[in-house]
């Protein structure tokens, strides 16, 4: 429920999703139940964000009175049960596809109550939210518990700890990458998984898989159950290196990708094709779907890390329900996700000075913004080519074409000055242009999509990285700040040398990835501007064969 409020202090808004407040100023609270100590609501300016709860002082009117009650409302104060998600934000929602999103009594009949602790459900670095390891089963329930006012500006471990962000919604705090770098996540007596990071010619770069695959994804296929009742699309998907097709339906695929957002906070997760709320069954949509589900796939077969998750291996290789259900569970019930994942890097000896790291990110910041403009630019103009192709273009030709015939027919129309010869190369010319005109309607499925599949797909790649970007600028920070409070002798050098090597893992992670985007832009954007050429030539070998054969039947005349 809204309510009015009045700013006691001045804030200026720094990251993404906040807003700026001035004093005096008045508010409207969408909900008074603060979030770690942020409101969510709109200034007087009608710009809507966040804003620290601390900030500001809630109006009350009493009911019985005309006595306006104010009270301010602490940062934390009101004890929110953070495991609900607040329906004021904007949060992943599951209303498109009935296929994607039905029950999952075929997967888990299992019905489970396990404690949150302090899991909240606000979306994570890539994107989406972190979740507890079982939050995805809508069978798994949970005893809420109230939240703690320990964590919103500063620990309570010790005084001389560096602060923690105000900004709870910040990527750097949901991911976790805050608690790892002020060394809050505790080491694990036994770390199974471990992913490197090697000096590559033009720095940290992953670890290759030493074992490469690839999958296919085939034969999209119309399925029933319930005799009939729920309709969904399977698919056949064949890893290489086992040769044994399993079949997997979207919203198998839709978990996984889930998981890999929870896991892997430093890595840029392609996107899934989207989800479409009508049409689902249609030809076009299905084929492009499958499309986009391939782009997918190569690049997840194609990152050292992504590639050997085991919870990508099991949605690979498992083909039991039984198997499908303890694997699932399992993975679920994953730890060393989020904050625990940067655990199980291991990282080069090699010296890297912060400042040279800073400024390379930096530059790359820079790059992904402008390549990010680029594809969107790319993507707008060939949609829109794509849109003439299917209209306008076959619409011109087919007027020409029509406009021949006319003529054809004109000159029959006085017999004894008629040429049948030209009458029937022109009247065939008129043909031509016409069937011209349906190779171009025809041709974006050639070129075209497949440009826009690829541009999806990356688009997808690019919008995660400003999120992943902010983890290391938050870890900048904390060294930084940690130094000053080493150098003021607020804190032992030992505990700052901490901050600055977790920073540096945060640090190879992030250019590993960096070095992985680049190496695969180089391949995919070569393909794709070669396949288009490729079928370009061939369109218009096509339209001119069709050209030729027409001119030659006016040399026989």
Not at 355 to 375: G, I, L, T, W, Y
Not at 390 to 416: C, M, V, W, Y
Not at 524 to 552: G, P, S
Request: hydrophobic share 30%; charged share 30%.
């Amino acid at each position: 429920m809204s309510v009015k409020a009045k700013a006691l202090y001045t804030f200026l808004s720094e990251n993404n999703g906040e807003i700026s407040i001035q004093e005096n100023e008045e508010l409207i609270i969408f909900d008074e139940n603060s979030v770690d100590g942020w409101f969510q609501g709109e200034n007087s300016r009608g710009e809507r964000g966040i804003f620290p709860a601390s900030y500001v002082e809630i109006i009350r009117s009493r009911s019985n009175s005309n006595v306006t009650d104010c009270s301010i409302s602490p940062a934390g104060s009101l004890g929110k049960d953070f495991s609900t998600p607040n329906t004021s934000l904007h949060y992943p929602q599951n209303d498109y596809d009935d296929d994607d999103y039905d029950d999952w009594d075929d997967w888990d009949d299992r019905s489970t109550v396990v404690d949150d602790a302090d899991h909240t459900r606000n979306p994570g670095a890539n994107g989406h939210a972190p979740e507890n390891p079982m939050t995805n089963n809508p069978n798994v329930h949970y005893r809420p518990k109230l939240a703690s006012r320990q964590d919103s500006i500063t620990s309570s471990r010790k005084g001389s700890m560096v602060g923690r962000n105000l900004n709870r919604f910040s990527s750097f705090v949901r991911s976790g990458v805050e608690a790892f770098v002020l060394g809050d996540v505790p080491m694990m007596a036994k770390i199974a998984e471990t992913y490197s990071i090697d000096m590559g010619p033009l720095g940290p770069r992953w670890k290759e898989n030493p074992k490469p695959f690839s999958c296919s994804i085939e034969d999209p296929t119309k399925q029933t159950k319930f005799k009939g009742i729920k309709t969904y699309i399977s698919y056949r998907v064949t890893p290489s290196h086992t040769g044994r097709p399993v079949y997997r339906r979207y919203k198998h695929f839709d978990w996984l990708y889930n998981r890999l957002l929870h896991k892997f906070t430093v890595i840029s997760v392609p996107h899934l094709p989207e989800k479409q709320a009508t049409g689902r069954f249609e030809e076009d949509f299905i084929e492009k779907r499958k499309r986009r589900l391939i782009l997918w796939m190569n690049h997840m077969t194609s990152h050292p890390v992504l590639s050997q998750y085991e919870g990508f291996e099991h949605f690979l290789m498992c083909a039991d329900d039984k198997q499908w259900k303890l694997g699932k569970r399992r993975a679920e019930k994953d730890e060393m996700v989020g904050a625990h994942f940067m655990l199980t890097l291991q990282i080069p000896k090699e010296h890297q000075d912060l400042q040279d790291v800073e400024e390379r990110v930096d530059n790359f910041k820079a790059f992904a913004r402008k390549m990010d403009d680029s594809v969107m630019q790319l993507t707008h103009v060939a949609s829109e080519l794509v849109r003439k192709h299917l209209g306008g273009f076959r619409k011109e030709f087919q007027r020409l074409g029509n406009a021949f015939q006319s003529i054809s027919h004109a000159f029959t129309l006085d017999p004894p000055y008629r040429s049948d010869g030209l009458n029937n190369a022109i009247s065939h010319t008129g043909r031509t242009y016409e069937n011209i005109g349906e190779l171009f309607a025809e041709q974006p499925k050639y070129d075209l999509f497949h440009m826009l599949d690829k541009l999806s797909l990356y688009q997808g790649l690019l919008a995660n990285f400003p999120d992943i970007i902010h983890l290391q600028k938050g870890a900048f920070a904390k060294v930084k700040e940690s130094q000053r409070m080493s150098d003021e002798g607020k804190m032992d050098q030992d505990e700052a040398d901490g901050i600055r090597k977790r920073c540096r893992t945060v640090g190879f992670a992030l250019q590993a990835e960096m070095s992985h985007f680049h190496q695969r832009r180089e391949v995919d954007f070569k393909d794709m501007m070669q396949a288009y050429l490729r079928e370009q030539i061939a369109f218009y070998q096509r339209v001119v064969q069709q050209l030729e054969r027409t001119l030659r039947m006016y040399d026989c005349l």
